[in-house]
């Protein structure tokens, strides 16, 4: 898959791309990022693409032919490709949109700053908006790392274990359990007995209650679309 970042601050993506799995998925062919600067689309010879917002009002609106310049000269013209605009007003983004996205050949994100981007822009060339959470970041240039991490460990091949991406947080409407690892005793806190005991299916029907108890507490919106299964149901009822 190929992901185009468009952003004034190129450099804010440098560190971040080559560092754990998203530099490795580069390495193995199985993404490609490209990072565009708007700087080098503006059109005015003072390299402009924010200007003062008609109507008045504070702060700065993004200018829509850099935009539109390097959307253009971005955009991939074989496969599917989405643009997305990064914004605090867009739908939030969660696990199902990142398994969605996951199945384009080109994402292209554009990353918002100021006060907005011309919305004569966002009719003609954005295809989505999304905002990674209730509050308000600097810009988008984060919120685009974000949805990248998430839909790269999607995609085929690009984790190193096959089922990392089953039996997860979220991909079951649930949050996952908890984990542990050696030593068996830290700091005079035993691991669960359980988890020892080399029952799988004891093991699996202790997570499985932990995950529902976990997500009861933390997530219990996330409780309202689970369906169990008649075996989950009689699991909960013991
Ligand atoms: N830009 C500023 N805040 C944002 C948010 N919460 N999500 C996505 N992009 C943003």
Request: charged fraction near 30%; include cysteine.
């Amino acid at each position: 898959m190929d992901f185009d970042i468009l952003t004034i601050f190129p450099d804010f993506f440098v560190s971040p791309l080559q560092e754990g799995i998203v530099r490795r998925a580069q390495a193995d062919g199985k993404i490609r990022v490209r990072v565009h600067n708007l700087r080098d689309f503006a059109v005015d010879r003072h390299r402009m693409t924010d200007d003062r917002p008609f109507g008045g009002g504070e702060g700065m609106v993004m200018k829509p032919e850099p935009l539109a310049a390097c959307v253009q000269a971005a955009r991939r013209h074989e496969g599917e490709s989405r643009v997305i605009l990064l914004s605090p007003k867009g739908k939030q983004f969660r696990q199902a949109a990142a398994e969605r996205l996951a199945e384009y050949d080109q994402l292209l994100f554009v990353c918002g700053r100021y006060e907005g981007v011309d919305e004569r822009f966002c009719d003609r060339y954005v295809d989505e908006e999304l905002s990674i959470g209730d509050y308000v970041l600097t810009g988008g240039e984060l919120a685009a790392l974000v949805v990248l991490d998430a839909v790269c460990r999607l995609l085929p091949g690009v984790l190193g274990c096959g089922d990392s991406v089953t039996n997860e947080s979220f991909s079951c409407g649930l949050l996952k359990h908890k984990q542990y690892t050696r030593p068996r005793i830290f700091e005079e806190l035993p691991v669960p007995e359980v988890l020892l005991s080399g029952d799988h299916a004891a093991i699996a029907r202790h997570r499985f209650v932990e995950s529902v108890q976990l997500t009861l507490d933390r997530r219990p919106d996330l409780l309202a679309t689970v369906e169990f299964s008649p075996g989950e149901q009689k699991i909960l009822r013991q």
